[in-house]
């Protein structure tokens, strides 16, 4: 179910406008992608998608349901929507199909796409990263769609509304957040347009809240009694992925790696006010809402001021299911929502190498009920069970988790 409605729409705009997540994704037949040189870091991320259900939907439900061409403004789009097309609808498994698996493929048209946007040159860092390209991705396929949603609402309701004039000088209410903003002048925030909601949000998309505490007597000086009173400014940040530190000796699984992400940190010698004296405040980000597609990057490479670049190579433990704890959330958050959300591993994209440049990417992705696949550019692979995924292995280590939430 879910999906865009049958029938059609008159327009791109109209189908991301009424869009909706939907789960149940046929099983694609796998097909290996040939690596031109150096690109098993676009090949993994390119597989963990498409077989990523609400994502597959969510492309084939466009393309299904918009009876126009595409425009220049979607390049990425409309280039994970021709790649997607590349693979048969299947659902037998992969031990019975290997002989007749279709050849493997270069996804030149999503090369191609990414060239037009100058992609292989805005790629800093490791000259390739798995992580890097897929925020690349994910963030861009939003970026598109976001902008044609922002003119379409513009035109629907006659006028454009700024994002910045919403709300302005209005009285907080639950929604608006005081945070210290600009020059250390209370500000508060809130929750509006700036943000349009996309297809991609509503796949990946979740929100932390991040607090600022400064100790009461900071901030006498201010006259807004209101602040006086709430020695606290907190904002909403919303995320595509979930960057976890790993290089903590507390870490050794997920789990671990979210109380560290939780933990509240001092931020020695904060200025609260122009001239003032310096104090130690305090930062907390907790989790306020959870997208129904959890994409978690285990941060494995680490700068170290003498060394560069390092690698963090130990093992960290995922589960095959994650259950989100209560402490990791906002007060206030709706966390009775996510209290019982469990989330299904669902794809694990790893790193092989001992260096943070270069390398070599593979991924292990789960393809129909417990059908899970290694893939390794054209080399694909059954695995005989989950625990394939999960267990340590010498030559890799896992970098991004995918978690599907259980419905």
Known sequence: ?????????????????????????????????VNTGNMCFMNV?????????????????IKANVAFSFNTTTPLLEALIQYVHEFKQDRTPLAQLA?????????????????????????????EDAQEFMSFLVDGIHEEM???????????????ATASGAGAGAPTDGDGWLEVG??????????????????ISQIFGGSLR???????????????????????????????????????????SVEDAFDEFVAPEVIEGYMPLPGGNAVDATKQVLLESLPPVLMLHLKRFVFCPNEGVQKVHKFIEYPATLTLSPKWFAKGANVAKYRNAKYRLTGVVY????????GHYTCDLLRATNEWLRFDDIDIDC?????????????????????????
């Open 1 to 33: 179910g879910g999906g865009a409605k049958a029938g059609g729409f008159k327009s791109l705009e109209e189908a991301l406008e009424n869009w909706s997540v939907a789960f149940d994704a046929p099983p694609v037949q796998p097909r290996g992608l």
């Open 45 to 61: 991320v390119l597989q963990a998608l498409l077989y990523c259900a609400p994502f597959y939907n969510m492309l084939w439900s």
């Open 99 to 127: 002989s007749e698996l279709n050849e493997p493929f270069v996804p030149e048209n999503v090369y191609e796409a990414l060239r037009k946007k100058n992609v292989f040159q805005t790629l800093r860092g490791q000259q």
């Open 146 to 160: 976001a902008s044609i949603l922002e003119l379409y609402q513009a035109k629907q309701h006659g006028a454009v």
């Open 182 to 199: 600009h020059q250390n002048r209370a500000s508060v925030v809130r929750d509006g347009g700036a943000s349009i909601k996309t297809p």
């Open 210 to 252: 991040s607090t600022l505490s400064i100790p009461g007597a900071a901030l006498a000086g201010i006259n807004s009694g209101a602040i006086a009173r709430t020695p606290q400014s907190s904002n909403r940040e919303p995320f595509q992925w979930l960057a976890l530190d790993i290089s903590s000796d507390n870490v050794e």
């Open 351 to 358: 790193h092989h190498g001992s260096h943070a440049s270069g």
């Open 383 to 407: 695995l005989s069970s989950v625990d394939d995924a999960l267990d340590e292995k010498k030559d890799r280590t896992a970098y991004i988790l995918f978690y599907t939430i259980c419905h």
